[in-house]
T-cell receptor
Framework: DVKVTQSSRYLVKRTGEKVFLECVQD?????MFWYRQDPGLGLRLIYFSYDVKMKEKGDIPEGYSVSREKKERFSLILESASTNQTSMYLC??????????????FGAGSRLTVL | GQNIDQPTEMTATEGAIVQINCTYQTSGFNGLFWYQQHAGEAPTFLSYNVLDGLEEKGRFSSFLSRSKGYSYLLLKELQMKDSASYLC????????????FGKGTSLLVTP
């Protein structure tokens, strides 16, 4: 089974802090994604990456950056956390081709609270 | 872009059949997906449709009509464990396999 691991399940940070959310997948997937999930708004795409050192903006990239230095790891960075970034953050991965490209496998999520 | 609409909440009885509808407006289309998400857990993949018609997978079936921008997820023989949120998602062209999700339908199965 594909496993997507998010390092922190719950985080509490203060406004202005720099926050790193880490995601690691163990199935050699090319594609990785960061979403945030908020009540009434659903899942919204922040950034995605289809290869090492490659990144593409999603629908709501403002206030976020990402890093993909290794194939298995995709990090989401909040340079200066704000209260409106309080949310559940979900990482996902998928393979680049074949039937596996149809399936996003999600991590368990990181619930971030910014005070 | 994509506008994806699905009902916010639905309630159904154990053992019954329920249909969750999803409509979308898209400038391109590379497939429609359904995911299930239990409270506090990650979304898990249920089904994928790229051609018109019905895809059946056990108690769950998914239907797609591309000309109408319409899909539904059909759940048969409902069980209490089917209480969850059901997410409709569309994969736009040139998205690098990223999905655009609807806001989800929260299904409550009652005894």
């Amino acid at each position: 089974d594909v496993k997507v691991t998010q390092s922190s399940r719950y985080l509490v940070k203060r406004t202005g802090e720099k926050v790193f959310l880490e995601c690691v997948q163990d199935m050699d997937h090319e594609n990785m994604f960061w979403y945030r999930q908020d009540p009434g708004l659903g899942l919204r795409l922040i950034y995605f990456s289809y290869d090492v050192k490659m990144k593409e903006k999603g629908d709501i990239p403002e206030g976020y950056s990402v890093s993909r230095e290794k194939k298995e790891r995709f990090s989401l960075i909040l340079e200066s956390a704000s209260t409106n970034q309080t949310s559940m953050y979900l990482c996902a991965s998928s393979s680049a081709g074949g039937s596996g490209a149809n399936v996003l496998t999600f991590g368990a999520g990181s619930r971030l609270t910014v005070l | 872009g994509q506008n994806i609409d699905q009902p916010t909440e639905m309630t159904a009885t154990e053992g019954a059949i329920v249909q969750i509808n999803c409509t979308y407006q898209t400038s391109g289309f590379n497939g429609l997906f359904w995911y299930q998400q239990h409270a506090g857990e990650a979304p898990t993949f249920l089904s994928y449709n790229v051609l018109d018609g019905l895809e059946e997978k056990g108690r769950f079936s998914s239907f797609l009509s591309r000309s109408k921008g319409y899909s539904y997820l059909l759940l048969k023989e409902l069980q209490m464990k089917d209480s969850a949120s059901y997410l409709c998602a569309v994969r736009p062209p040139n998205s690098g396999y990223a999905l655009n999700f609807g806001k989800g339908t929260s299904l409550l199965v009652t005894p």
